[in-house]
C-alpha cells in the first residue's frame, strides 16, 4: 500500500460545553497543524499516488473555509463541539467529497482511503481515517 | 476510525544482556518521548474519543513509576531486556489495565485500542499496538 | 555562556486590528509552543544554570494566566494588538519580574539574560530577548 | 503488534516526466529523510523486533546505492518516474531482499511487514508499506 | 530585541568542486528547509516586527528563483560552490535588497539584521546572519 | 557571520548530587541530541564552513567517548555533577581542542567561535558557546 501527505495548518477560535472540557469550556483557540494522507493499493501511470501540488492546493482550499474564524460562530458546528478529532473528520470528509467530485484528477479515482491528523500542539494530536 | 495521541517523556537507566546489544550491555539510559495512542470507532457523547487531561494525567502517573531508575534495580524486570519495544509494551497494556479499571472515565470504555511509541533518539524508535 | 531551555505551550482566542493582519482581524485562535531560554556566564554551585524543574514550574504557571482565554477580553491587553512578538515580550518579562524576585531561586540571580519565542505554527515563530 | 524504526537520509538529483510534475519536470533534487519500519507479532529470544544497529546499517547500505546521485543516469530507473511514492518502493523491496538473504540476522526472519516512508521536505512525504 | 521567522523550502540539484566534496562532487541535490529571521529592536505601530503574510511572500518569491533547478546551470553560480552555507548568503542579500527597496512595506525599514538558515536533512543546516 | 550545525546523540547513564535535583539524584539517564554549531565570519576557499563530514566525524568520535556509559563511573567527572549544561561544556571544549589541533583540517582554523547543544527531551535543552 502506498500513501502522500502533505501538512498545511489553520488558526481558530472556539470553545466547548460539557464539564470533561474544563478550562477549555471557555472561548479559546488553537493552530492545527493538518496532515492529510492518500492511500492506494498501486501507483498511476505517472508513477505517484496522487498529484501531490493539488492535492496540497486542495487541502489549502478546504482549511480556507474554517481558518481565521470563531467556530462557534459557524452555523455548520451549532450544537457540536469542534473537538481535534470531530475537525480531523470534517477535514476528511469534505476531502472525501471533493475527491469523489474528481478535483484531485482522475487518477486520484484509484484512491481507496485517507487520513487526517490534526496536531494541536507539541504533545496532544488526533487522527480520523476512513475509506474512499 | 478516530484516535488520540498524548505525549510525554522519562528518563531512565539500564543495561541490556545478550551480544547483540555491543555497547549497550554496559550500564547507559536514555529518554523516551513517549506517545500513547487511544483508538475508537465513533466519538462519545462529548464528541471526543477521551478526556485528553484524563489521558494526559494517567500517562504521566504510568510513567512516574519508570521514570528516574535504574531499571536494573526494578524487581518487575528481572531477567528482562528493557528494550525500547519492550518498555512499550509494558507501558501499553498498564495504560490498557487502566482503562479496563474504568480509570481513564466511563465513556473511555468505548476504546478499542491503543498504541505506544517511544522515541530513544532522533534516528530510532519502537512501538507497540493492540486491542482493548 | 551557558542557556538552558524550556517548553510549555497556550491555546488562547484572539483579534488584531490594523488592515496588515488580513484575516486575521477576525477572531481566531493560535496554539502557541513557548520557549523560555535563561542565560548565564557560569554555573551554579551546583552546575547548572538553574533549577530547570523550577523554571518549567514558574513558566507554566505564568502561561496559565494566558491560556484557555480570549486574550481580547483581558483588560491588560486593551488596545494593543497581541501578536506573537508582543506576547512573547509579555511572557518574557513576567518571567523576568518572577526570577527578580527570586521565584527562581536564589541561585538564579546570576541569570544575566532571556529569551522567549513563541512559535505559532510550523511555518512561523517570534522572539523576544531582553537582559536580566 | 511490535515495530522498530530507524531514520537515516540520501540526497539526489532527478527529473520527471509528465505534466502533472508543473516545474519539477526540470533536473532539480531533494533530501529524503528515510524511515524504515520493520514488524513483527512478537519480540525474539532477546526481547527485541531486531537488532536495530543491524538495521540502521543495512538501511545506510541501500541508501549508499542510491545518494550523491543523479537518478536521470541510472539504468535501473530508466523510463521510471523516481516519484517519492516510487522510491519508498525501491528502498523497501531492497531491504525485504535483504531481510530474506539473513543479512539482518536470523532473529529477523519473525519479520511480517516494513514500511517506508521518505519526507521530501517539512510538508509532504509518503510511504509504502508491504508484507514480508 | 525582536525576531520574527518564517519557513519555506527548495528542490534543487547541484554538484561540487573539490576534493573536500568527496562523492558530493557528483551531481546530487537537495531539500533546504529555509528559515528566514528579522530582527528589529521595537515593534512597529501595529505592534508587529514586519507583516508576516508578506515576509512569507517575498521569502516564496525569492526561493522560487531557485527552486526545480540545477543550479550548475544557473550563470549566477558559475564558478562557486553552491553550498549550504553560500545559498543561505545568496538568499539573504536578495532578502536584504529586497527589503531596503521597500518591498516588505514602509515599517519593515526598522529593521536592523536578518539572518537565514538552510537545513540539508534533518542532522546537518547552516546559517548567515547579517545587519540591514 | 557563518555558521554550520551538525547533530549525533549519546545515551547515558548518571546522577546528580544536590537537594535542587528531586528525583533526579537517584541513578538514571538519558538520550542527548547534540547540535555543534562552528562559526566563522567568511566563508573558506572552497566556499564554505567548514569540511561537514569531517565536523560530523568528529563530533561523532568525541561522543563515543561519552556514549553507553554510566558517566558516574567516569574518573574525569568525580565530583561533578553531569548536568546538561556542564556536558554542553564539556563536548565544547573537546572539540575546540581538536579544532586547535588542526583535526578539523587547515582551513578549520578560520572558525571563531562554536556552540553546543544538548537536548535532553522535547521540552528542555541546554547550549554551551564560546570563542576559539
Request: charged share 25%; hydrophobic share 45%; aromatic share 6%.
Amino acid at each position: 500500500m502506498f500513501s502522500v501527505t502533505v501538512r498545511d495548518h489553520i488558526m481558530i477560535a472556539h470553545s466547548f460545553r460539557g464539564e470533561v472540557f474544563g478550562p477549555a469550556q471557555r472561548l479559546h483557540g488553537a493552530t492545527y497543524i493538518v496532515d492529510a494522507t492518500l492511500r492506494r493499493p498501486d501507483l498511476d501511470a505517472d508513477g505517484i499516488v496522487v498529484d501531490i501540488g493539488r492535492a496540497a492546493e486542495e487541502l489549502h482550499r478546504i482549511l480556507a473555509q474554517l481558518s481565521y474564524r470563531n467556530l462557534d460562530d459557524e452555523p455548520e458546528f451549532a450544537g457540536v463541539n469542534t473537538s481535534t478529532e470531530m475537525l480531523a473528520k470534517v477535514i476528511a470528509d469534505r476531502m472525501a467529497d471533493r475527491i469523489q467530485a474528481g478535483e484531485f484528477g482522475a487518477a486520484a479515482r484509484g484512491l481507496v482511503g485517507l487520513c487526517v491528523t490534526l496536531h494541536e500542539s507539541h504533545v496532544a494530536w488526533a487522527t480520523y481515517e476512513r475509506p474512499l
